[in-house]
């Protein structure tokens, strides 16, 4: 019995699945974003501290976007404050934990951004179906829903709205 495509979810093919061992950081997946060229979404209910972030996205700081569970407002706004030029927003109700980035790898697993200690389990995707898809379906709609959060060095908006 094969599964459907359906209000959801997406069936869909890929030749680069991969499995991670919990060895595999949330570093490791981020450490070459400076390498990268397209926008990386990040969903996590956590967040780890603005030291942490600069050692993983400090090469590259734009063309980010962060979003956290409300309880995590203040560790969002420090990291708004040191990287105005990411945008962060905050949802009450999020959990998830998902990398996107464009143009079509996918990152899901049980680790927040950060680092947990924990054994934590992740997979890699590569498909731009599949990161259109959960962009369009999933991100979309909660990034729509979020709080954004302002710089406070900054009187600048960034609506981040365009998608």
Not at 2 to 23: C, I
Not at 120 to 129: F, L, M, N, P
């Amino acid at each position: 019995m094969g599964w459907n495509n359906d209000s959801h979810g997406l069936v869909f093919k890929s030749s680069e699945l991969k499995l991670y061992a919990p060895s595999h950081s949330y570093g490791m997946k981020v450490s070459q974003i400076w390498r990268q060229t397209g926008i990386m979404r990040i969903m996590t209910y956590s967040l780890p501290s603005v030291d942490y972030v600069e050692k993983q996205i400090g090469r590259r700081p734009y063309d980010i976007w962060v979003l956290c569970h409300s309880k995590f407002t203040s560790k969002a706004q420090a990291i708004k404050d040191k990287f105005p030029d990411i945008a962060v927003r905050t949802l009450d109700n999020i959990h998830s934990k998902v990398i996107l980035i464009e143009p079509k790898t996918l990152y899901i697993g049980s680790e927040n951004f950060g680092h947990s200690g924990w054994i934590e389990t992740c997979i890699g995707v590569r498909s731009a179906q599949a990161h259109d898809w959960f962009f369009d379906n999933v991100f979309r709609g909660a990034w729509a829903a979020a709080t954004e959060v302002q710089s406070a060095s900054t009187s600048a908006i960034w609506s981040g709205t365009d998608f």
